[in-house]
């Protein structure tokens, strides 16, 4: 699918205002210009970004309520969920305030930029997630890319006191992890097919307890 071809179909799909759309196509070349030298993204997806990545992204918008109040992406990279929902909720006037956790300096100062450029509630936070003495706040946490399963509900529940909801974007060895995981976790989970991929799913996860050995 082509480029033009990606665009109407994220437009179709979203319904969003022809400022965001504009949001989005600066974030796009932001991205191609810096992935030259940060390896934001796989060079395989760059004609790909509307829908690998944009409308990825996008897709948990849904899952998200207003009464959320503060939300991390986890290990937050080129800014995928983070970046594409601060602009969503920016045209919703919804007050959530985003935190991007990145460990990578450079891609932390990327971020910045993205952020500062797009003028959406966000910040970055640069340090290692899988340090032991960091303290998770927030009430929603989402993963992309990030880590394992049974690493990130190890993380949450170790580091993060106050969570409601993880969103985790499963691919295809999804499944094989959630069965994994459910030997040592009681997880309470909805799950949902990937509206870009036939081999990926969303996992909502709203409860977690260690099984006791």
């Known amino acids: 699918m082509d480029r033009k071809s990606q ?57 998200i309520e207003e009464n959320d109040k503060m939300l991390m992406d986890l290990g937050s990279g080129a800014g995928f969920p983070g970046i594409v929902l601060g602009l969503v909720m920016k045209e919703k006037k919804i007050p959530i305030k985003i935190k991007l956790l990145e460990k990578s300096k450079k891609k932390t100062a990327f971020l910045n930029q993205a952020i500062n450029k797009l003028e959406i ?23 992309r890319a990030f880590k394992p399963l049974e690493i990130i509900l190890a993380l949450i529940h170790n580091n ?27 997880i309470k989970y909805k799950q949902r097919q990937s509206i870009t991929s036939n081999d990926s799913s969303i996992l909502e996860i709203k409860g977690l307890k260690k099984i006791e050995q």
């Open 121 to 143: 509630n966000a910040e970055v936070i640069n340090k290692d997630a899988m340090q032991t003495n960091v303290i998770l706040e927030e009430n929603v946490f989402i993963a």
């Open 7 to 63: 665009i109407d179909a994220f437009c179709r799909y979203t319904s969003v205002s022809r400022e965001t759309i504009t949001g989005l196509n600066t974030y796009e070349k932001m991205l191609v210009d810096a992935n030259k030298s940060l390896n934001l993204i796989g060079k395989s997806t760059i004609s790909n970004i509307w829908s690998r990545h944009f409308l990825d992204s996008y897709q948990i918008i849904d899952l």
């Open 160 to 186: 993060a006191k106050n969570w409601r909801k993880i969103l985790i974007f499963q691919g295809r060895t999804g499944r094989e992890e959630l069965l994994r995981a459910s030997k040592t976790w009681d």
